[in-house]
C-alpha cells in the first residue's frame, strides 16, 4: 500500500475519532467535533483527491461500526462531503485569460488557473443552502419553525428541567427565528475554517498542491447575487413558513460576503500604522456582536457589488513589516 494510502486511511481514522471524541464524556472533548474534517482537508489539499475519497469512506466506515446510523448521516453529509467538495474544487485548474500566478499551458495562448476561492466559497455556501432546504422538506407536515420549537423545548426541558414552562417557552421564543440559518451558518464557517487552516499548515510545512491564496484578494462569482437576492425578497415579502424559511437562507447565502467584508477590513487595516492590535480588536467585536458581523455582511455585498479595495488608497511604502498581513489570512 502506497505512503499516499495509508496517510490518508490515517486522516480518516483521525477525523472519525475527533467525531466520535464527545462520546468519551470529557468536557474539552466536545471540541474536538468542530475539526473533525480538518484531516480530510490536510490530505486532500497535499495529496489530491483520491487521498480526500479515502479519508472520507475511512471515516465513514469506522463511524458506521462504532458510531450508529445517525452519526453516519451526520459525518457523512456535514464533514465528510462538504471536505470532499472543497478539496476537489480547490485543486481543479480552469483555462482562463493570462494573469499573475497562472500557469502556463503548453502550445497555448491560454493560461491555466487555480480554481478562485471565491467559487469554492460560494459552492459549499450552495451546499449549506441545499441541507437548510432538505430540512424544510423533511420539515414540511409540520412547517420548518414548528419543527424548531417542538426541539428546542425538549433540548430545553432535558438540560434544564428544573425550569417553570413560561421561562422556557420565552427561551424558545427567543431562539425560534433563526435558529436553523444559526445552525448552518456557524457549520458553514467552521468548515471554511478548517479548509483555510489546513492549507496555512500544509504551506508552512511546504507540503501544498495548491499555492499559496491570497483572501484578501476574495471576490465571489456574480451569480451568487441571485440566490441572496430571491432569499431575501423571500423573507420580505413572503408570509409564514416561506418568510422563516427565506430569513433563515438569507443569512446562510450571507456567509461569502461575510467573508469579503473581512478581506475588505484586512485591506484597510494594512494600510495603518496599528494593523495588529484594530484587526484584533475588530475579531473582539465580532465575535461578541452580531450587529458588527452584519455590517460585515453589508460591506462584503457592497464591495461584490460596487467595489471598496479598488478605490482604497496605496499603502504607504514606509508602512511594512509588522503591519503586513501574510496573503493566506
Do not use: C
Amino acid at each position: 500500500m502506497s505512503k499516499e494510502a495509508l496517510t490518508a486511511i490515517a486522516a480518516g481514522l483521525a477525523s472519525a475519532f475527533a467525531a466520535m471524541a464527545f462520546m468519551s464524556g470529557v468536557a474539552f472533548a466536545l471540541g474536538l467535533v468542530y475539526f473533525a474534517p480538518l484531516p480530510i482537508f490536510m490530505v486532500g489539499l497535499a495529496y489530491g483527491n483520491r487521498a480526500a475519497i479515502i479519508a472520507a469512506l475511512t471515516g465513514t466506515l469506522v463511524i458506521s461500526i462504532f458510531g450508529g446510523m445517525v452519526m453516519v448521516v451526520v459525518f457523512a453529509f456535514l464533514q465528510a462531503t462538504p471536505a470532499w467538495m472543497i478539496v476537489q474544487l480547490a485543486l481543479m485548474m480552469r483555462k482562463s485569460p493570462s494573469s499573475e500566478g497562472s500557469l502556463a499551458l503548453l502550445g497555448s495562448k491560454t493560461m491555466a488557473e487555480w480554481m478562485p476561492p471565491g467559487v469554492v466559497l460560494s459552492a459549499i455556501a450552495i451546499f449549506a443552502a441545499i441541507l437548510l432546504l432538505g430540512s424544510a422538506i423533511l420539515a414540511r407536515e409540520s412547517g420548518l419553525s414548528s419543527f424548531v420549537s417542538l426541539h428546542l423545548d425538549q433540548i430545553f426541558m432535558s438540560i434544564a428541567p428544573r425550569v417553570d414552562t413560561i421561562k422556557r417557552e420565552q427561551m424558545t421564543q427567543v431562539l425560534i427565528p433563526l435558529f436553523p440559518g444559526t445552525v448552518v451558518t456557524s457549520w458553514l464557517i467552521m468548515i471554511t475554517i478548517n479548509s483555510v487552516a489546513a492549507q496555512s499548515l500544509l504551506v508552512r510545512l511546504s507540503q501544498n498542491k495548491r499555492p499559496r491564496i491570497k483572501y484578501i484578494e476574495l471576490n465571489l462569482p456574480n451569480w451568487l447575487s441571485w440566490p441572496l437576492v430571491s432569499a431575501a425578497f423571500l423573507a420580505l415579502l413572503g408570509s409564514g413558513e416561506w418568510k422563516y424559511f427565506g430569513q433563515n437562507l438569507t443569512m446562510v447565502l450571507a456567509i461569502p460576503y461575510f467573508f469579503v467584508g473581512l478581506a475588505v477590513v484586512h485591506s484597510i487595516a494594512r494600510r495603518v500604522t496599528a494593523t495588529m492590535p484594530i484587526l484584533i480588536t475588530f475579531y473582539l467585536i465580532i465575535v461578541f456582536s452580531i450587529w458588527a458581523a452584519l455590517i460585515v455582511a453589508g460591506i462584503g455585498i457592497i464591495e461584490q457589488w460596487f467595489g471598496v479595495r479598488s478605490h482604497l488608497p496605496r499603502k504607504a511604502s514606509g508602512n511594512r513589516g509588522a503591519n503586513d498581513i501574510e496573503d493566506e489570512r
